[in-house]
């Protein structure tokens, strides 16, 4: 091997969140070297663990490609990694040195979006347990809701959850016909209201979404409470997705794992703007790093 | 005075919440004696000392009718305190021994609902920080709703302003127009829709019902906003009053609060069974004693 082909950039993708991270290692042609994953990486929950992590990764990487630690600083690192748009994520990463030519840290939306629309401009809603709007314009990212459950995330599964056992608590009372969904969520509480409330009084965001799960699956059996729930749903990421729409934000990819049910209730003239999700959120930040290592370069060689 | 004349039966109406309790003293041919007012009687949150304030209430009444203590062993007190309905209150009121010739305890929405039908069968509906329904048939009172804020509470004032609160998050990210409402709300939190999700992060039920009120003003302002807010609200509380005319509890009276804004946008199918209440829930306490004196005096004196 000469120096020249030493010297090779090689370019490191990251998507990380609260359950771990997920890395590919390619070189500067676009070959896939490498695959790997390693532990939580949510700036917000484990704070610098997480870097700790997106570090094993791309130590993990570089061994898999039989490169190992002499290739750390031809590496151009592109992270997209939850909590990366908060203040404290910000200040984390500035006081952070991998060893690597470039490194360059986003918001998880952000590559998910570049990955859907293979590195352009685009939208993206994101329905899971929470609910996330992100619009890439010239390059730029801007978030849009998410301001966090049980204030907001309307529309999130969370959200989905919520609604199906407070209209349990009204069949309840009589105020709505019961209906098998409902019936079946009673029955999960012995038939105790009450057991309801006193579960709320301590349930967090994915203890309501787990039951969004349950309102999809009786929506397919023709529920109809769990139809008209699934159908609020869509009126409320309807409202996203016109948002970024109106923003120029488009096409539109909708992920999660609510988006199969929610995009089978959006009206046509929603879904028309929609498209499927054509990369992965590892590929975005590929995408993302390969369009910003020059300027990081420039950044950290000053 | 003979005998006969200081055997008279004194009739005490107490109702009772987490501000405060209120009670009116009576002889027999319902002359009012003396009014009086003491501490906080919510059965859940003061516990024993809401008896106590009770207690204090009662005497005060009988000291300024100018009977004395010596008047204790005459009264029949009826109360409507707030959490009766619980089985921790009914286990305190149990255990209780007030030195009267009878007491009974109910909850407050009961002896409202009583006084608003004077002592006739009829439904209820308070809109105020909670949303409660109450239903009374054949003397027999029964709840509807009141499960409880933010899970279920739709309709009630703390659910009206945290509508209010996810709208200008919502407008804050352009997703709904920005109405004064909205501008007013925002700047409360020093245009920082951050500062929105910071304070729900410990606000309460009487927090969010804050803004209920400034919903109202903006309405009355003409903001379009604000009007659908209503709107929504009247659906929700129509939804409860719909339930008690089902249930052949009617007419019904609206009160707290929310009561006037929300009876302006409920349809006219729904208001022509409203009634103004046509007394108080102290006259409505009296009213339950009257009606459960003698069948209280079987159990005490068996």
């Known amino acids: ?18 359950t771990g991270c997920r890395g590919r290692l390619e070189n ?11 532990g939580p990486a949510n700036l917000y929950q484990q704070r610098e663990q997480a870097l700790v992590a997106v570090e094993q990764c791309v130590d993990t990487l ?9 290739g750390q600083s031809r590496v151009h690192a592109g992270l997209g990694l939850a909590g990366a748009e908060l203040p404290s994520a910000r ?18 939306a952000h590559v998910a979006c570049l990955g859907a629309h293979q590195g352009q401009d685009g939208g993206l809603v994101v329905v899971g347990t929470g609910i996330v709007g992100w619009a890439i314009r010239a390059g730029q990212g801007q978030i849009l809701d998410g301001w966090g459950f049980p204030l907001a995330d309307q529309g999130s599964g969370a959200w989905l959850g919520q609604r199906a056992l407070q209209l349990t608590l009204r069949a309840s009372d009589g105020m709505v016909p019961e209906t098998p969904l409902t019936r079946h969520l009673l029955a999960r509480f012995a038939d105790n209201p009450r057991r309801i409330t006193e579960w709320a009084a301590t349930a967090r965001s994915g203890d309501y979404a787990h039951y969004a799960r349950t309102v999809v699956e009786y929506a397919d059996q023709g529920d109809a409470a769990a139809e008209t729930l699934l159908q609020e749903q869509a ?30 209730h959006l009206p046509a003239a929603l879904t028309r703007f929609l498209v499927p999700a054509r990369e992965d959120a590892i590929a975005g930040a590929l995408y993302f790093i390969r369009q910003n290592a020059t300027r990081s370069e420039d950044s950290i060689r000053p």
Request: proline share 7%.
């Open 235 to 264: 009126r409320e990421v309807g409202l996203l997705v016109q948002r970024l729409l109106d923003m120029h934000a488009s096409p539109v990819a909708l992920l999660g794992g609510l988006a199969p049910a929610v995009s089978a």
């Open 91 to 108: 200040q984390l990463v500035a006081g952070w040195q991998p060893p690597w030519a470039s490194v360059q840290v986003v918001n998880d």
């Open 62 to 70: 570089l061994r898999s490609a039989g490169i190992g630690p002499q």
């Open 28 to 38: 500067a042609a676009g070959d896939c070297l490498a695959e790997a994953s390693a």
């Open 1 to 18: 091997m000469n120096s020249a082909v030493t010297e090779e950039p090689l370019y490191v993708g990251v998507d990380g969140g609260g």
